[in-house]
């Protein structure tokens, strides 16, 4: 990639940086929306009148949002599962990738491991049967019931022994000679070269505890336990306004109808996932130099 | 794609949504102070305890009837331990320190009954069927629950519940019988399964979930037009606000009629539309086609109410507002949410929906556009005569019933017994219904493990605090009715926020125009069908059901000629319909 | 001296070994739950006591008369969004790759995939507002040049195509995380060669770029087939209606509304386990087929 000095080059360079300008545009709205919203007047909210920009503005949703204390709990429920869960995940999924990663003549089970493993990502006994597994297991209301079933995302692992098979194989053989270990070769020699790939798995997983919700309604015991986003599913979710079954308070639908409150609550869960994203950022940047590797 | 694959293939297979809710309860107690409650009664009344409700029955509920060993509140000793199951969500108010699990309840009942009563789940409004659906299917169930009726029935069918009849018969105090009827009657019918009572009704027997028509008055005003007699002044005003800028912008952007996709929902709706032309369809859209509604026919057999004659006039007449603009291009994309702002923003002057209405959403209104007023009228019909109006809430849909393997059933009565006498017995007591605490007045009656409840609270409510107000003397009304009086004042002081108040309770509000209709039993529509769903509703229910959603929402957006009702009408009846309607009068039969 | 293959490879095998336990209870275990597809799952006998009854789940789905129809609504729609959601993130790569100027890459690259966070249930208020044919943004854009308004929602023809749309916008940009980190391993020897071979960027973006990430192509191609039969529930149901059943109508929303959440577990194991089949079906016939006739192995 280097600078072309043509004219047509640079007609290329200006479009090309028009169009992701645009399309970062295009992705930005709905974000904007959501924060012109919460930061508006709450009539005008449900007036629909805030397109980009606040009108009345007013903090009040966030300090509304900031003092209920299910939310900040929920937060911090959220923020242990991605912490534990993350970690567990990262640590598993790097464990499996490396021994799925080798040819067949270096690991004469590989294939069928890998199709044990695949499986796993098509079929699923449903909803029942998990639950009475997790209840046997006395997990039921326990973080851990949010982190153990997944704690392997089978996904990710092939992600990983694919990246892992894309580095050169001289590097494998030529730590093998020196008589360095698989151990010794996978941490030392593997994951430093992975970090792209340990980047985009990682902002998998968290993203994946971080929005994950069905399991904190099902497993979960009481609303004091729920992560961010099973609270945040019983914010946002649309009650059906139909003359059934339950009763269910006006003052609820009005709190819930309240846009600013709901926009409020949707920025702040969203807000510390979106400040990781930066942070891994550096890693799809700088890529592996192979150059300097090889020697 | 990612580490939430199980929780997708989950939520897939189970839908995001929430159980269908209803706003029509409970709103009322969250009046008291502006929202400050949370009520957990009955559809289509409030479960608010009232002084206006009948005395006492019997000086005390300790003098039974049935053998004397049957004492309706007697302790046990040593102590037993009851589980259950509670649903909440973000309104329900709590006095300091106290939660679900502890309250005034659990000690009362802890301490009077000697019933220790645990909660084995807690959990939100919304997921309160699914969750109650994993615990019943993975045998984990606690000794006492509430469920709906679909619920009572798998549940009755694989004999997981306890017979109540004599439990019923012996522990239910006079008190307790007086308002749930006795089993030969009222809505206890209900909760029989195989001529033994398997459930306590916690709802029905409402009178208060017809629509009524909303109308905005100061465009009725601004273009010299009067307030509805029949169906023809509606189809003139909807088309005249839609045509003639009653917002006086300029500009051609009002529509007449507000509508939202889910069209039985309480809230913009057709219900009262199609109830003015003698119909009276109902299928919701995202149940499953069990929950429908059926009318005697001039034979005196059962017949589906939405394939009669009178649905195709109605459907016809939307479809004449749809294609005049009087109704958005749009309401078929929109929900009730949706449809709400659309209205509250003032882009459309009329809809039908229930008496919670003026709460929500149109209080909203009152803060973008005080300006703005709300009339409410009663039903009109096509000839100007009385409208015949829909209760759907009168037939009971939550039960609360007992695990077959508890060995204590009639203490599942006794907690009943022992809400009614705090409530509503000669020994009532404040604290077990409203607690003032600060500014706030606190709801606790909602703690209770079983609420109990009379129907007619709202209306009562509106007379007490009617006579109040004409005499100028609160000091009769019991403390929900007198928190309205207070709210309506502040109201008349100009306290906007309380407008709503003024539109259910005032004058020419809602359950005043709720009164008209409730001078003659004989105006009122409910379902002859109130069994368990039959098999082939079961089987068929929810694919006719589409197919009615389909061919209703294309007739009214002129996508479909009317004459495709004719179709659907055969669709149905060759599709399934017929049996289910043998199955329903062979019940019928059965029953009467 | 040589070390028997045998103990070189038990390191690998404990290796596994957590993986696998963890797999085995929490995923495998619970399998025995899909013997429900071929049981009448009754709530009281479970799943060891419920009377076993063949086929006739998966018969009384293949009965209904929608169901044809709601299969075909399936698979166009997620096929549609397979290739759209295979070619706008790698097109997006693409790009940014040729930005240079990093600042102004790294904020493009935040800003695109904000939308993934952004749930169904608040997007499809946004998406209702911006798609609205009397005030929507879209459409007044399209009237301003002459075009008439078009009700995306509402109309049968569209609504399949609003989904593919809105499901690419929402999701392009997550999507491109995978491509960057692949497009970091290429070497960038091979672009200073090309260049001095006189290479244009266009040929550079062929001849290296495009074959770098190809095998990362390949694999999110192939893993993607697994969601032949999943045209997503939670965006197709915030954003459907009855009016657009006949194209819309998929799946997962229709076994919603059977009612199958209730209390038919049989019948709705008994269409999980369709979707299942299929998917294993297709994802290893491509494996199969990489690995025959490109020698290549996906996974």
């Known amino acids: 990639m280097v600078v072309s000095r043509t004219g047509s080059g640079r007609i290329a360079s200006f479009l090309i940086y028009a169009a992701l300008a645009l399309i970062a545009i295009v992705c930005l709205l709905p974000l904007l929306n959501v924060l012109a919203v919460s930061l508006s007047g709450s009539q005008y909210a449900t007036a629909g009148e805030v397109k980009l920009w606040p009108i009345g503005f007013t903090l009040s949703p966030y300090r509304f949002v900031i003092e209920k204390p299910e939310f900040l709990r929920s937060m911090g429920i959220s923020l242990e599962r991605v912490a534990l869960g993350g970690l567990l995940n990262l640590a598993l999924t790097v464990l499996t990738a490396y021994p799925l990663a080798k040819e067949r003549g270096q690991f004469r089970y590989r294939s069928v491991y890998v199709w044990v493993f695949v499986f796993t990502m098509l079929f699923s006994g449903g909803l029942i049967p998990s639950y009475i597994l997790i209840k046997e297991l006395h997990m039921l209301d326990s973080i851990w019931a949010l982190i153990l079933p997944g704690a392997l995302p089978v996904f990710n692992v092939i992600l990983l022994l694919n990246f892992f098979r894309s580095l050169p194989k001289e590097l494998s053989e030529a730590a093998h000679m020196d008589g360095a270990g698989h151990w010794k070769i996978l941490w030392k020699l593997y994951v430093p070269l992975s970090a792209p790939a340990l980047a985009t798995i990682s902002l998998f997983t968290i993203v994946g505890h971080w929005n994950a919700w069905f399991d904190g309604l099902i497993y979960m015991n009481s609303p004091q336990h729920y992560p961010l986003s099973s609270y945040l599913q019983t914010v946002i979710v649309n009650r059906d306004l139909n003359s059934l079954n339950l009763s269910q308070d006006m003052q609820v639908l009005r709190d819930l109808s309240d846009r600013t409150v709901k926009a409020a609550q949707i920025f702040l869960g969203a807000l510390p996932i979106l400040a990781v994203y930066p942070f891994l950022q550096r890693f799809f940047m700088t890529g592996i130099v192979m150059g300097s590797v090889k020697e | 794609m990612n580490g939430s694959e199980g929780d997708d293939r989950m939520v897939r297979k189970w839908g995001s949504i929430s159980l269908a809710t209803t706003l029509v309860a409970a709103f009322v107690m969250a009046g008291c102070s502006n929202g400050n409650t949370k009520n957990e009664g009955a559809a289509s009344a409030s479960a608010s305890p009232s002084a206006s409700a009948p005395a006492p029955a019997s000086a005390s509920a300790s003098a039974p009837a049935s053998p004397v060993d049957a004492d309706p509140l007697g302790k046990y000793e040593p102590g037993i331990e009851l589980t259950t199951i509670r649903h909440t969500n973000s309104g329900m108010k709590f006095l300091n320190g106290d939660t679900l699990d502890d309250n005034i309840f659990t000690k009362g009942y802890q301490d009077e009954l000697g019933v220790k009563v645990t909660n084995k789940w807690v959990v939100d409004d919304t997921q309160y069927a699914q969750k109650l659906n994993v615990s019943i299917v993975s045998g984990d169930l606690p000794d006492f629950f509430e469920v709906d009726a679909k619920q009572f029935q798998t549940l009755a069918e694989s004999d997981s519940l306890a017979d109540l009849t004599e439990a019923y018969d012996r522990y239910a105090s006079e008190l307790t019988k007086k308002i749930w009827g006795d089993k030969s009657e009222g809505k206890l019918d209900t909760a029989m399964y195989k001529g033994k009572l398997m459930a306590l009704p916690i709802n029905g027997g409402g009178l208060d979930d017809p629509d009524f028509i909303w109308i905005r008055k100061d465009w009725l005003d601004k273009l010299g037009l009067q307030g509805p007699k029949t169906m023809d002044d509606v189809m003139n005003i909807a088309v005249q606000f839609a045509a003639k800028d009653p917002d006086g912008n300029g500009k051609n952007d009002t529509y007449g009629l507000n509508m939202n996709k889910n069209i039985w929902d309480g809230y913009a709706g057709i219900t009262g539309f199609l109830n003015g032309y003698g119909a009276y369809a109902y299928n919701p859209t995202n149940s499953q086609g069990t929950s429908t509604f059926w009318i005697k026919g001039a034979d005196g057999s059962l017949q589906f109410a939405d394939i009669q004659p009178e649905v195709k006039t109605a459907l016809g007449k939307l479809q004449e507002l749809f294609k005049q603009k009087a109704i958005s291009p749009e309401w078929a994309t929109m929900d009730g949410t949706k449809a709400a702002e659309f209205e509250t923003s003032g882009k459309v002057g009329m809809h039908f929906g229930q008496f919670w209405n003026a709460n929500w959403p149109l209080q909203d209104m009152k803060k973008l556009n005080p300006k703005a007023d709300w009339a409410i009228y009663p039903l009109v019909s096509a000839d100007g005569s009385a409208a015949k109006v829909q209760s759907i809430g009168y037939r009971p849909s939550r039960y609360i019933v007992v695990n077959s393997k508890l060995k204590t059933p009639e203490a599942v009565i006794k907690l009943l017994n022992f809400f009614m006498e705090k409530n509503y017995g000669a020994t009532r007591d404040e604290n077990y219904h409203i607690v003032t605490q600060g500014e706030e007045q606190v709801n606790t009656f909602p703690y209770a493990a079983i609420i109990g409840s009379y129907s007619d609270t709202n209306q009562n409510d509106y007379a007490a605090v009617t006579e109040a107000i004409k005499n100028g003397d609160p000091s009769g009304l019991n403390p929900t009715a007198k928190g309205y009086y207070d709210n309506l004042l502040s109201y008349k002081s100009g306290e906007m926020s309380m407008w709503w108040v003024d539109k259910t309770f005032g004058r020419q509000s809602a359950f005043e125009a709720m009164a008209q209709y409730k001078s003659d039993m004989n105006n009122y529509v409910f379902n002859e069908f109130y069994g368990s769903p039959t098999a082939t509703m079961v089987e068929r229910g929810s694919t006719l059901k589409d197919l009615e959603a389909t061919v209703f929402t294309k007739i009214i957006m002129g996508a479909a000629p009317l004459d495709d009702f004719d179709r659907f009408v055969a669709d149905w009846k060759s599709q399934g319909g017929d049996q289910i309607t043998q199955e329903v009068n062979a019940w019928a039969q059965a029953t009467h | ?299």
Not at chain 3, 189 to 204: H, I, K, N
């Open chain 3, 1 to 299: 001296m040589r070390i028997p293959q045998r103990v070189r490879e038990l390191p690998l095998h404990l290796m596994l070994l957590p993986g696998l336990l963890f797999v085995l209870v929490f995923s495998y275990g619970p399998m025995v739950g899909i013997a429900m597809a071929f049981q009448k799952f009754s709530v009281t006998k479970g799943l060891f006591g419920s009377d076993w009854i063949g086929m006739d789940n998966f018969r009384y789905v293949f009965s209904l008369p929608n169901t044809a129809g709601v299969i075909r609504n399936t698979i166009l729609i997620a096929v549609m969004k397979m290739v759209a959601g295979l070619i706008a993130p790698i097109a997006m790569s693409l790009l940014l790759n040729e930005v240079r100027l990093r600042s102004f890459k790294r904020i493009v690259q935040t800003v695109v995939y904000l939308p993934h966070f952004l749930s169904w249930v608040i997007l499809s208020g946004i998406l209702l507002d911006v798609l609205s044919p009397t005030s929507g943004l879209l459409n007044d854009a399209l009237a301003s040049v002459g075009i008439p308004r078009v009700n995306f929602l509402g109309n049968e023809r569209w609504f399949p195509f609003v989904l593919v749309g809105t499901d690419v916008w929402k999701e392009f940009g997550f999507g491109t995380i995978v491509y960057l980190a692949a497009l970091t391993g290429i070497n960038p020897a091979l672009y200073e060669a090309a260049v001095m071979d006189g290479a244009s960027r266009w040929q550079q973006t062929l001849r290296i770029t495009l074959p770098g990430i190809l095998p990362v192509v390949v694999l999110m191609s192939t893993l993607s087939l697994g969601n032949i039969l999943n045209a997503g529930f939670d965006q197709v149901f915030n954003l459907y209606g009855p009016v657009v059943y006949s194209t819309g109508d998929i799946l997962d929303t229709y076994v919603y509304r059977l009612g199958l959440v209730d209390f038919q577990f049989g019948v709705a194991t008994a269409v999980g386990l369709f979707k299942s089949a299929v998917s294993l079906l297709l994802i290893a016939s491509s494996y199969g087929l990489a690995y025959r006739f490109a020698n290549y192995r996906i996974f």
